[in-house]
């Protein structure tokens, strides 16, 4: 049965969960990313894409353009939901495939889900959600993406905001200070759930 040893690793764009998913992994646990499996799909999907979308978001290898995609998706609620439309069967399909692979070795392992609250597509019951204030946020995708404070505040507000989603979490990893305070924050939540299913 997929799922039965697996925790959401959730939280919003810029709050870090890439680097505290890095980490989880040197603490030895094992993590599904639903971002990749979702790159890997939308490449493959690229005939879908054209078809709904325009050739236009199709290079001459039959790459799908991401960037230009991901403008429209943000700035167009029905584009965006066309894609998810798409997407979102074929992601939950290859992640509970990789679940059910992981279940096998009884021990928690993560699935690192961005949108994990917003579709509510998967039976887990417990959550780790990292968390920013939503000024960091805006501040770190601005400096990594290079985007405009308007483009950064979109992919943001195209999420769950943060605050609610701390609610919502089961374990709660802040990631407002400087790197060793993640670190200890994420060895706090390994030790944690390293018990949860002795």
Known sequence: MAFRYAVA???GIGTGKST??????????RVI?????????????????ATLFGKEYIDSEHRVIRPKLGKLVFSNKEAKERLEKLLHPKIFRE??????????????YLIDIPLFFENGNYPIEKSIVVYA??????????????????????RIEAQMDIEEKRKLATYL?????????????????????EGLFS
């Open 9 to 11: 690793l959730t939280g």
């Open 20 to 29: 505290s998913s890095a980490l989880f992994q040197l603490y030895g646990f």
């Open 33 to 49: 990313d639903a971002d990749k499996i979702a790159h890997t799909l939308l490449d493959l999907s690229y005939s879908e894409i």
């Open 95 to 108: 992640i509970e495939k990789e679940s059910e692979k992981l279940d096998r070795f009884q021990f928690p």
């Open 133 to 154: 204030p939503k000024e960091q946020q805006i501040e770190r995708i601005i400096k990594r993406n290079n985007f405009t404070r308007e483009e950064a505040i979109k």
């Open 173 to 193: 990893i802040d990631n407002s200070k400087d790197l060793p305070h993640l670190q200890s924050e994420v060895e706090r939540v390994a030790k944690l759930l």
